[in-house]
Nanobody, 123 residues
Framework: QVQLVESGGGLVQAGGSLRLSCAAS????????MGWFRQAPGKEREFVAA????????YYADSVKGRFTISRDNAKNAVSLQLNSLIPEDTAVYYC????????????????WGKGTLVTVSS
């Protein structure tokens, strides 16, 4: 079992940056692929980024590639998402997720979800 708690959301102007953090509990954190998803108002939840258990591989949605960076620290049971060059379309609730493998989490098959943190980008 893995519990995930996100933090770091807030209101930011377009062009600004935020850093989202996800604290995980559970001794098996390092065995999971970790990811971030988001859900904008009136839209379905979508994949944003993922990182393999070792941190060696990362994956991004085309819409955030080059602007967002995912990282993890297995010693601290933590995963982060750096959001740069934010645009209003990035406004959403961002969810931390843990999954069994890289391809499965990118496909949206998630074992554990956090409760989310709201990011609002003003124009």
């Amino acid at each position: 079992q893995v519990q995930l708690v996100e933090s770091g959301g807030g209101l930011v102007q377009a062009g600004g940056s935020l850093r989202l953090s996800c604290a995980a509990s559970g001794r098996t954190f390092s065995s999971y692929t970790m990811g971030w998803f988001r859900q904008a108002p009136g839209k379905e939840r979508e994949f944003v980024a993922a990182i393999s258990w070792s941190g060696a591989s990362t994956y991004y949605a085309d819409s955030v590639k080059g602007r967002f960076t995912i990282s993890r620290d297995n010693a601290k049971n933590a995963v982060s998402l750096q959001l740069n060059s934010l645009i209003p379309e990035d406004t959403a609730v961002y969810y931390c997720a843990a999954g069994a493998g890289d391809s499965t989490i990118v496909a949206g098959m998630v074992d554990f979800w956090g409760k989310g943190t709201l990011v609002t980008v003003s124009s």
